[in-house]
């Protein structure tokens, strides 16, 4: 008898310690919210965004009719991350929106596409947008104006931004991408 309380004794221990080591790995890492903010110019619509963690894919969303567009802010991801670096990449596709003259840029994609490394800590909160800006003047060619910067932004408690954590540090490789739309 004295034999089987000690076992049961042991594995009740065993399982307190293995509960602990569970619920501490699920509470480890920060919270991370990626999301992605459009601000193109009015000859590019933007109807594919792609986001990708750690070279998988996180999110894909295409909209032809131009919702994606009209977003100001499309939240991507709000959860905790493990600790240690991440690698965040993102694929936007934009179809051009030309008028008059410039009609024919209607039969047009156009591609940007970067990626970013951020590092979670045990803690805290962050908050990494990616932003789709047009690059450039009158004289840069339609290709090569879509573009992609990134902001990184420390999050307090409530979720409000207190301050940036560090500017972005991106691989923007704009995609001319002038194959006519399908």
Known sequence: MNDLKEKIFRSKARLAVLRETVL???MAGGRVVLAHR????????????????DGAPL???RDE??????????V??????APGPHVVGVELTYKGQGFGAFGYL????FRASSSH???VGERGSIKVVSVGFERGNVTTEMGDRPAVDWQD???DAAGKPTKAASPGKSVAAPDPGKAPRE
Do not use: H
Not at 38 to 53: D, E, R
Not at 65 to 74: R, T
Not at 76 to 81: F, V, W
Not at 106 to 109: A, C
């Open 106 to 109: 209607r039969g047009y994609s």
């Open 117 to 119: 490394t951020i590092e």
């Open 65 to 74: 009719a131009g919702g994606l567009d009209q977003q100001d802010e499309l």
């Open 153 to 155: 932004l420390a999050l």
């Open 24 to 26: 501490a790995g699920a």
């Open 38 to 53: 459009n601000l193109m110019g009015s000859g590019f619509q933007l109807v594919k965004v792609a986001y990708f963690l």
């Open 59 to 61: 999110f894909v969303k």
């Open 76 to 81: 991507i991801y709000d959860g905790s991350l």
